[in-house]
T-cell receptor, first 116, second 114 residues
Framework: AQSVAQPEDQVNVAEGNPLTVKCTYSVSGNPYLFWYVQYPNRGLQFLLKYITGDNLVKGSYGFEAEFNKSQTSFHLKKPSALVSDSALYFCAVRDQSGGSQGNLIFGKGTKLSVKP | NAGVTQTPKFQVLKTGQSMTLQCAQDMNHNSMYWYRQDPGMGLRLIYYSASEGTTDKGEVPNGYNVSRLNKREFSLRLESAAPSQTSVYFC?????????????FGPGTRLTVT
């Protein structure tokens, strides 16, 4: 079955420190991976995606993600966290199963809390 | 561009009542989606419309119906609301429903069924 897992419900980081939000996936074939961010009482916003090419993908707001095929992971990273990065982060993978027409499967989300 | 808009923002229903959630996008996108978000469960796809004139069931379609009214609008109807349908509902759209393009989300509708 196609799936995506975010093993941490919450990640706590001090402002200025690097942050990592973890994501692992299970799909057949080549994976197509996305990160979204949700600020309180808002809809999800697209951050970045991996379709093909360079394993390090750069996105909005200084975020980047590293695709690792051997570890089936797509971790979200930022070198220096800001308090304003505090939000809920979702990893998603394209459903490769027949009939799904390429819909996205979302992880359960990771709450990132950045303290001053 | 307003992007994806949803109405209403909040709604309280009694068990058995019906309502329609409205969604519209002004980005000329072909594909539209309805999700529900519940604590600890992420987003789950209810229904989607890959293109105007087509609709298909997602992961959790029971208790819901949809209408793709035109290219811009995609509505979600609850015929007989149940407490299990208490959730936050998000509409989204994308250029094409191939899974390679990002989705754009509306601000959500917070629904409580008592």
């Amino acid at each position: 079955a196609q799936s995506v897992a975010q093993p941490e419900d919450q990640v706590n980081v001090a402002e200025g420190n690097p942050l990592t939000v973890k994501c692992t996936y299970s799909v057949s074939g080549n994976p197509y991976l996305f990160w979204y961010v949700q600020y309180p009482n808002r809809g999800l916003q697209f951050l970045l995606k991996y379709i093909t090419g360079d394993n390090l993908v750069k996105g909005s707001y200084g975020f980047e993600a590293e695709f690792n095929k051997s570890q089936t992971s797509f971790h979200l990273k930022k070198p220096s966290a800001l308090v304003s990065d505090s939000a809920l982060y979702f990893c998603a993978v394209r459903d490769q199963s027949g009939g799904s027409q390429g819909n996205l499967i979302f992880g359960k989300g990771t709450k990132l809390s950045v303290k001053p | 561009n307003a992007g994806v808009t949803q109405t209403p923002k909040f709604q309280v229903l009694k068990t058995g009542q019906s309502m329609t959630l409205q969604c519209a996008q002004d980005m000329n996108h072909n594909s539209m989606y309805w999700y529900r978000q519940d604590p600890g469960m992420g987003l789950r796809l209810i229904y989607y419309s890959a293109s105007e004139g087509t609709t298909d069931k997602g992961e959790v379609p029971n208790g819901y119906n949809v209408s793709r009214l035109n290219k811009r609008e995609f509505s979600l109807r609850l015929e007989s609301a149940a407490p299990s349908q208490t959730s936050v509902y998000f509409c989204a759209s994308s250029v094409a429903g191939t899974g390679f393009r990002e989705q754009y989300f509306g601000p959500g509708t917070r629904l409580t069924v008592t």
